[in-house]
Every structure is written in C-alpha cells, then in structure tokens.
C-alpha cells in the first residue's frame, strides 16, 4: 500500500500569538539537538541507561521580514543583561498539518515551554540586490519541547 503525505498551513505561535511575517524560503526550523538518553554497556554485556533531561531542549529558527510587527515583537523579548534575572520566558508550539490524500489531517505539534531569545539577530548589506537583508532570523531556545500527534 502506497501512503502519501501532504503538508501545508503550519503554525507557528509565540506567547499565544500566531507569527505571520515570515520570509521565503525555510521560514521556520525546530531543532532538537540533544538525546535523550545515554547508554554504556560494560563487561559482560551489561548496560547502563541513563536520562538526558537536555534531550527535551530546543532551538527554534525564524526567518522575519525586517522591521516588521513581529520583528519589533521579538525585538523587544531579547533578554538584557540589565534585570536578566526579571526576564519573562516565553511560550510556544509549532503545529504541522498533515494530510493523508484521502482527505484525513493530523497535527503534529510541538508544545514548547521556557523559552528565551538566544542571540540577536545578524542582518545583511548588500548592494547587489540580495533580498537576505530584508530577512532578520531569530533562535529562541526553549528548556523543553513536548510532541504531540493528533
């Protein structure tokens, strides 16, 4: 049996606030970058599991057009280093849509928790025409992110 996927509509939301001014290209990239466990076998065969708990950390990339509302948005979430410990951690999810070509759709959701602007963004100058520096990308990195599907 041939199965087929088909995606569109995802959904990015910060803070309870859909993100809307997206760029081209990859707009948007959750990242897990750690494991989730770590294993050693020993002598005999004998083998220890252990739980990374920075296995449910993330790193989530956004590529938004410059100067625009969720710029600014953003832009104002960067922690300082004046009153960091006041800093207030952000919330997100990103939802995945997923049909089945039969008319059927699942979401697969990522529910993120803790989350904190990493850096700031970089941004482009170029007198060639490169539409990169209307782009901004910012990483938000979150302490935990939970997958859900549906």
Same mark, same amino acid.
């Given at each position: !049996?041939?199965?087929?996927?088909?995606? /569109?509509? *995802?959904?990015?939301?910060?803070?309870? +606030? $859909?993100?809307? #001014?997206?760029?081209?290209?990859?707009?948007?990239?959750?990242?897990?970058?750690?494991?989730?466990?770590?294993?050693?076998?020993?002598?005999?065969?004998?083998?220890?599991?252990?739980?990374?708990?920075?296995?449910?950390?993330?790193?989530?990339? !956004?590529?938004?057009?410059?100067?625009? /509302?969720? *710029?600014?948005?953003?832009?104002?979430? +960067? $922690?300082?280093? #004046?009153?960091?410990?006041?800093?207030?951690?952000?919330?997100?999810?990103?939802?995945?849509?997923?049909?089945?070509?039969?008319?059927?759709?699942?979401?697969?959701?990522?529910?993120?928790?803790?989350?904190?602007?990493?850096?700031?963004?970089?941004?482009?100058?170029?007198?060639?025409?490169?539409?990169?520096?209307?782009?901004?990308?910012?990483?938000?990195?979150?302490?935990?992110?939970?997958?859900?599907?549906?």
């Amino acid at each position: !049996m041939t199965n087929f996927v088909l995606t /569109g509509a *995802d959904t990015i939301i910060i803070n309870d +606030i $859909p993100v809307r #001014d997206f760029a081209d290209g990859d707009i948007g990239t959750l990242d897990l970058p750690n494991n989730i466990f770590a294993g050693q076998t020993g002598k005999n065969g004998n083998t220890i599991f252990a739980l990374d708990e920075s296995g449910n950390n993330a790193t989530l990339t !956004m590529r938004i057009l410059l100067s625009s /509302g969720d *710029d600014k948005r953003f832009n104002g979430m +960067i $922690p300082t280093s #004046d009153g960091f410990a006041s800093t207030v951690l952000a919330t997100g999810s990103v939802v995945k849509q997923v049909g089945d070509g039969q008319g059927n759709i699942s979401y697969n959701t990522y529910l993120l928790n803790g989350g904190m602007i990493q850096k700031k963004p970089n941004i482009t100058t170029n007198v060639n025409g490169d539409t990169s520096q209307g782009v901004c990308e910012y990483t938000f990195y979150f302490a935990s992110a939970e997958r859900a599907i549906s």
